[in-house]
């Protein structure tokens, strides 16, 4: 199974960089056009996706696939793709250089290996993470560990202080004036966690992401030893076989240690509890 992990990076690397490269070319000249759910699409999404799982369709035909633009419905297949042609599209629509691709990969419904690549800045995030599926033979020869080009990463062990960061989404800004930090809007769900994942910011959340915002997300920040609080009760993983993801979201905390949880979360739920209320 060696030769086949390896196989999936080598794949995800190249597929998502030749991908990038056209991206680079396209940014700052996509129309976009909104769709049913109030979000944008651009021609550089949906060009995207149909490369993505073409490509998925030829490497891996037995695999599944689950996408933003395409397939919806959670697939009967042990191994299902989970695709976010171009993550943070308001982003590329606009000018903004904060945007990238993702994939993860699900065994069973749970995702082991994710990456995000943003051609912009050159960063390829990847990882590798078993967890409650450690003890399956399949996964046995399977790497573990959560990287950046190639680099091992890590939460930052700082103390807190008012000089560090912790990153909001657009709709999560009234969480903001008393956070002991500064604040960051990256708008872009996967990197927002990434951060924390890799050392910059100390935690980050998120209201509404979609499944493909987070599986390849989720496999890196867990195996850089980040904690990943979702914020309702339901499990995320493993996904259910038959059930359509297009309009579920899974409100997130993450945290770059657990002391900082209980720093962070009562700014959280009150804004909620408002929010709600």
């Given amino acids: 199974m060696k030769d086949f992990w390896n196989s999936i990076l080598t794949f995800s690397q190249t597929t998502v960089k030749t991908i990038g490269q056209q991206f680079l070319k396209d940014f700052g000249s996509?129309?976009?056009?909104?769709?049913?759910?109030?979000?944008?699409?651009t021609?550089?999404?949906?060009?995207?996706?149909?490369?993505?799982?073409?490509?998925?369709?030829?490497?891996?035909?037995?695999?599944?696939?689950?996408?933003?633009?395409?397939?919806?419905?959670?697939?009967?297949?042990?191994?299902?793709?989970?695709?976010?042609?171009?993550?943070?599209?308001?982003?590329?629509?606009?000018?903004i250089p904060i945007w990238?691709?993702?994939?993860?990969?699900?065994?069973?419904?749970?995702?082991?290996?994710g990456c995000v690549h943003l051609p912009p800045v050159n960063q390829f995030f990847h990882g590798f993470y078993a967890g409650d599926l450690a003890g399956d033979d399949v996964l046995a020869n399977m790497p573990q560990g959560a990287f950046l080009n190639d680099r091992p990463i890590r939460p930052s062990p700082d103390k807190m202080s008012g000089n560090h960061i912790f990153n909001l989404c657009s709709r999560s800004v009234g969480i903001g004036p008393n956070i002991p930090s500064k604040i960051r809007m990256l708008g872009m769900a996967s990197y927002n966690f990434l951060m924390v994942a890799s050392g910059v910011a100390m935690g980050g959340v998120e209201a509404t992401p979609k499944i493909w915002d987070i599986a390849g997300s989720w496999v890196i920040v867990k195996a850089a030893g980040a904690v990943w609080l979702p914020l309702e009760s339901q499990a995320i993983f493993p996904l259910e076989v038959g059930k359509n993801y297009g309009r579920v979201s899974y409100p997130t905390l993450v945290m770059n240690r657990q002391e900082l949880v209980?720093?962070?979360?009562?700014?959280v739920e009150a804004w909620k509890k408002k929010k709600m209320g």
């Fill in 30 to 41: 996509a129309q976009a056009d909104e769709k049913d759910d109030g979000t944008l699409v």
């Fill in 262 to 267: 209980s720093v962070f979360l009562p700014f």
């Fill in 43 to 95: 021609q550089s999404d949906n060009w995207a996706d149909a490369e993505i799982r073409s490509a998925i369709a030829i490497a891996f035909p037995s695999h599944g696939i689950l996408s933003e633009e395409g397939e919806h419905v959670f697939p009967d297949t042990e191994w299902c793709w989970v695709v976010d042609p171009l993550d943070a599209t308001t982003n590329f629509a606009r000018g």
């Fill in 100 to 113: 990238g691709i993702s994939l993860g990969l699900l065994y069973r419904g749970t995702p082991v290996f």
